[in-house]
């Protein structure tokens, strides 16, 4: 005969004895927090914690950036001067600007300046950085040499190019003359001082592009060359096929600082020609420039600053799309 089963009794504790035993209660189970809804908590305090630990660089750019660009705004749509705000005239200012044929040639030159620019200094650097990467004696002294340019303040540029260049008496156009090529004036021939200021622009930034790609190259295993040798790629082959798309993505980052830096880029013509000679060399900062401060017309002026502010806005998004494309 099976035994019969038992039931399970409660636990009981030991007492003394003559008094009867007392139960022990079972804790109560809590349902577990599910994975997901504490993965949500920590994630929004994360994002709390970066929040309060960004807004004061936030407020602080709002203070330095937003005021002036609002007021800027404000002052693009009357007709004020330096010192006065003047009359609410809308967007005069920008009708003025647009039909004014000054603001056109200063456009066409500020684009072919600036296309021309950083495609010479990029492809310059390039080819410097390029030369960098293989093992010469003096490879550090030359790098040293090449940074001059970047690192020498444009002041003492300008006025050394300026004083090499200017008159008839100049070094170079002396040397041209010893040549049989004449004495070319440089600053004064509209034709030429637009060459020269080109040849000046790429002169200063070639440095920047050089550090950005041999920056770039450095983190490329040469073993990728090596393996593409033995595949029978030639230089060529390499050059087009491994070396640009490894740099494609510092390509188009050099390529957005730098038309934002030449387009903005004031001292470099200003002190080289001053914009002329006949207004050939006046860019848009330039335009922007004698408005405000030579003729006291700052709706104009500003107005200028915000055309150039929006077409650098599109540029550099078109480039930024042409980053995130590049995986590499």
Request: zero cysteines; charged letters at 10%; hydrophobic letters at 50%.
């Amino acid at each position: 005969m099976s035994p019969s089963p038992t039931t399970a009794e409660p636990s009981v504790t030991g007492t003394a004895p003559g008094r009867p035993p007392r139960k022990v209660s079972t804790p109560r189970k809590f349902a577990p927090r599910s994975s997901a809804r504490v993965h949500n908590q920590q994630a929004k305090s994360k994002r709390r914690t970066l929040a309060l630990l960004v807004l004061p660089s936030v407020v602080l750019l709002l203070l330095i950036n937003a005021y002036p660009l609002v007021y800027a705004a404000f002052q693009s749509l009357h007709n004020g001067t330096l010192i006065s705000t003047g009359d609410f005239v809308g967007l005069d200012s920008y009708k003025s600007v647009l039909s004014d044929p000054a603001f056109w040639e200063a456009v066409r030159f500020t684009a072919v300046f600036t296309v021309v620019a950083v495609l010479g200094s990029w492809l310059l650097g390039l080819a410097l950085a390029l030369v960098l990467r293989s093992d010469f004696p003096g490879r550090s002294v030359f790098k040293i040499l090449l940074m001059l340019p970047w690192v020498v303040p444009v002041v003492v540029s300008a006025t050394s190019w300026n004083q090499l260049l200017s008159t008839p008496q100049s070094l170079v156009p002396q040397i041209s003359d010893m040549l049989g090529l004449g004495s070319p004036l440089f600053l004064a021939d509209p034709t030429l001082a637009k060459i020269t200021v080109i040849i000046f622009e790429v002169w200063l930034n070639f440095p920047f592009m050089m550090l950005m790609i041999s920056a770039s190259l450095a983190s490329v295993d040469r073993s990728v060359y090596e393996a593409a040798r033995m595949d029978g790629a030639s230089s060529r082959q390499q050059f087009f096929r491994i070396t640009l798309p490894l740099i494609a993505r510092s390509t188009y980052i050099s390529w957005i600082l730098m038309t934002i830096f030449i387009v903005n880029d004031f001292p470099t013509v200003y002190l080289l020609t001053g914009g002329g000679p006949e207004s050939s060399t006046t860019t848009l900062v330039v335009l922007a420039y004698r408005a405000v401060f030579q003729n006291f017309q700052v709706g104009p002026g500003v107005a200028i600053a915000f055309l150039m502010t929006f077409t650098l806005v599109v540029i550099s998004t078109v480039l930024y799309r042409q980053v995130r494309k590049a995986h590499v």
